[in-house]
């Protein structure tokens, strides 16, 4: 039970003094006498005395009693709708910057603007204007939204908005050593996303109601990426070499959509139209330094431009036949054009030409894909009886698509040319069965069923051909695949008492690939057995859970929750190879959660919550070498948050939060460690006081501390987070 401000008078007047910060925030409500003020006469009227547990004089609580702990909030009983709130602050950090900007999405620095702007007003009769804003500088976050509307009649919205993404510019590095790698010059990467947009709205009675949106969207920018490059890290070994040489995203995308909506009912049935076009033009790159700071260091540019089209339809309908029978329908169809041209090319700088004697790579990559999907689908809603509903649904969807692609390579001196040509078609049909059942007293049952069967083909077709020379046998290969899924899931709920709530669930999925490979160029007893090799892959999952919520007491409320999954992935390979069907995954994984409520008095609300996750993924591989050792996700969090209600116009927050994972192992001497091992904790304080039904003040105080076993303390940093926030209503 959280404290609201209807509790605001404790039963006893008894109280502890305040802290003195405390007292500043309470000083604009009180009465100030200025030093050196002149005596009261004695027949003057004594000073009021402030109430001991509102802090207010008699008069003001008076002036005040009208008002509702909501209209205080809200800004008084005068229904001020409008406000405008200005904020400053900065994030300061000691330590490693750029980690604690990508971690917490702040700038380092100062900040400050207009937080949240709200305005309406009604420009006519019926007619209701309404302006949003926002614009936090240094924070590269802005947006913008006005919006016109008028009853029985429609309306058209406007909006613009601006936000940055940041992530760390480093790499990898060697732990041994202490050297970690990162961009010469570089600290944080920075995303800017826009969006602009408009939608009009007709909205009469007895007609369809039509909407209209357009949307322009781009990411423009740089973000990490952990698809890192070659590197020789280690000082004391020169000639080992890791793939931990960073790397990042160069992105520059436009995206256009436009979009029509068409609601109507028609009787008893609900029918509805989306029409849904987008154009959009992806300008990306990945960037990847190699060997830094050696003789031989290089730099890889892997342009990718994409252009597309997509159409999109979908119709809808509902139809309620009787009042325990609905029945409704979907339809899609969508259409999906593409042309795409890269290149990936090696040099002493990014974006430069094609030098020879460079690895391997390709130039002047052209190509295109086109995608056509049917997607329909049917439920039924049926109650036969007061405590039974079922709902059987199906969904049937025809996917087809092809692509072909052409190139030249830069292997060698006269280069070669490649190409590539692939198709691809499938049938999927999904059955799902929900059932429910409420008939016994405090209990309610549950149980679905799903399966879904498909039946699949791909040819592909593809290879080199050197310049002036004989060139290399193409890869051929025709597959045809059917999968079958299934999933079954109970799940029940006991109300035991008043106080206690008992839940329980459990399934079982399975998803079964199978493949059949008509065509394969590629033999699979020998070296290249790539594509066509796998004959049949599963993938098993057991799934229970148990719940208990408990309310011993009216002001205490207790969750606790267990959880617990079991995974294997089977896999058989073709005969040819030699090898047989194996286990080639198994992922264990245990979840418990507690969480916990308690108001122990009127004004002041604690909670706090808990919880610890096991998981492991054990491979063949990793009994065989440390270079992959089983994969360890384990860690347990902990928060805890209080509330204060100091008096009808002032609340204190304060919180706590833990983070420990703790799955590095130091495996440099046989491979790269890939366990995270991450400690995490902080504080965070707020203090709000209403200074008067127009004016609201906030404080926030924020420290971070991270420490980052992975990359050998090299992402370490504390932080802290300063803020006040001035909220004007009217």
């Not at 009180?30 to 002149?38: E, K, N, V």
């Not at 709920?493 to 106080?499: C, E, F, G, I, N």
């Not at 409520?597 to 063949?620: A, D, H, K, M, N």
């Not at 100091?646 to 046989?670: C, I, K, P, Q």
Request: glycine share 10%.
């Amino acid at each position: 039970m959280k404290a609201t401000r209807s509790m605001l008078r404790p039963r006893s007047r008894l109280r502890r003094p305040a802290p003195f910060w405390v007292g500043l925030l309470l000083a604009p409500a009180l009465p100030l006498y200025a030093p050196g003020a002149p005596a009261q006469s004695e027949g003057a009227d004594p000073p009021a005395e402030a109430d001991a547990n509102t802090g207010e004089t008699a008069e003001e609580t008076a002036d005040t009693a009208t008002f509702s702990p909501q209209e205080w909030f809200e800004g008084g009983g005068e229904g001020l709708n409008n406000w405008i709130e200005f904020a400053f602050g900065g994030f300061f950090t000691r330590g490693n910057r750029a980690e604690a900007q990508a971690r917490h999405q702040l700038s380092d620095g100062p900040f400050g603007g207009i937080q949240d702007l709200h305005y309406q007003a009604e420009v006519a009769k019926g007619t209701q204007l309404t302006l949003d804003g926002r614009a936090l500088f240094d924070e590269r976050d802005y947006r913008l939204s006005l919006a016109l509307s008028k009853e029985d009649l429609g309306f058209i919205r406007f909006h613009a908005s601006q936000f940055r993404l940041w992530s760390d510019a480093a790499g990898g590095g060697y732990g041994p050593d202490q050297r970690w790698l990162t961009f010469p010059g570089e600290e944080v990467w920075g995303l800017d996303r826009t969006e602009l947009g408009v939608e009009a709205g007709l909205v009469r009675e007895n007609l369809p109601r039509v909407t209209f949106r357009y949307r322009h969207r781009t990411r423009e920018g740089a973000r990490d990426s952990t698809s890192w490059g070659m590197a020789h890290p280690s000082t004391t070994d020169p000639n080992r070499a890791l793939g931990v040489g960073p790397a990042f995203h160069d992105l520059d995308e436009a995206i256009d959509t436009f979009e029509l909506d068409l609601r109507h009912r028609i009787k008893q049935t609900d029918v509805g139209l989306n029409l849904r076009y987008e154009t959009a033009d992806l300008d990306n790159a990945r960037k990847v330094l190699e060997y830094p700071g050696e003789p031989i260091e290089r730099k890889l540019t892997d342009r990718q431009g994409t252009r597309y089209d997509l159409f999109n339809l979908h119709a809808w309908t509902e139809t309620w036949l009787r009042k325990n029978l609905c029945f409704s329908t979907g339809y899609l169809y969508a259409n999906l054009d593409s042309d795409f041209d890269g290149s990936r090319i090696y040099g002493n700088d990014f974006d430069v030409g094609y030098v020879p004697g460079y690895p391997l790579g390709y130039t002047t990559l052209i190509g295109g894909a086109q995608q056509r999907e049917h997607v329909l689908n049917a439920n039924l809603l049926y109650q036969p009886h007061a405590h039974w509903t079922l709902v059987p649904s199906l969904r049937v969807q025809r996917l087809d698509a092809d692509a072909d692609s052409l190139g030249q390579g830069t292997l060698g001196s006269a280069g070669t040319l490649f190409s590539a040509q692939s198709e691809r078609d499938l049938i999927d049909v999904r059955e799902r069965l929900e059932v429910r059942y409420t008939g016994l007293t405090n209990w309610s049952f549950q149980a679905v069923a799903d399966w879904t069967q498909s039946d699949g083909s791909l040819d592909e077709l593809g290879g080199l051909s050197r310049v002036g020379g004989t060139g290399v046998a193409p890869v051929q290969r025709r597959t045809d695949d059917s999968r079958f899924f299934q999933k079954y899931s109970l799940g029940a709920r006991w109300y035991a008492a008043r106080w206690a709530t008992l839940e329980a669930g459990a399934y079982f999925k399975r998803h079964r690939y199978e493949y059949s490979h008509q065509t394969d160029s590629t033999p699979n007893n020998g070296f290249d057995r790539y594509p066509a090799y796998l004959e049949y892959q599963r993938f098993d999952t057991w799934d229970a859970h148990l719940g208990f919520t408990l309310r011993p007491w009216t002001r205490l409320t207790l969750i606790t929750r267990y959880e617990f999954q079991q995974s294997t992935v089977n896999t058989r390979p073709d005969p040819a190879s030699g090898l047989g069907q194996t286990e080639s995954a198994d992922i264990t994984t245990h979840i418990l959660q507690q969480s916990l409520g308690f108001t122990p008095w009127s004004r002041l609300s604690l909670q706090g919550s808990w919880s610890y996750v096991w998981s492991r993924i054990e491979t063949p591989a990793s009994d065989l070498t440390r270079a992959l050792l089983a994969s360890q996700n384990n860690y347990w969090m902990a928060q805890l948050n209080a509330l204060f209600v100091v008096d009808n116009r002032t609340d204190l927050n304060a919180g706590w939060f833990y983070y420990r994972s703790d799955n590095f192992e130091n495996t440099w001497a046989d491979g790269l460690p890939l366990g995270a091992g991450v400690e995490e904790h902080g504080i965070t304080a707020t203090a709000t006081r209403r200074i008067s039904p127009h004016l609201r003040l906030t404080l926030r105080y924020g420290y971070l501390h991270h420490r980052d076993e992975t990359f050998g303390q090299s992402r370490n940093y504390e932080a802290h987070w300063i803020a006040s926030s001035l909220q004007y209503r009217f």
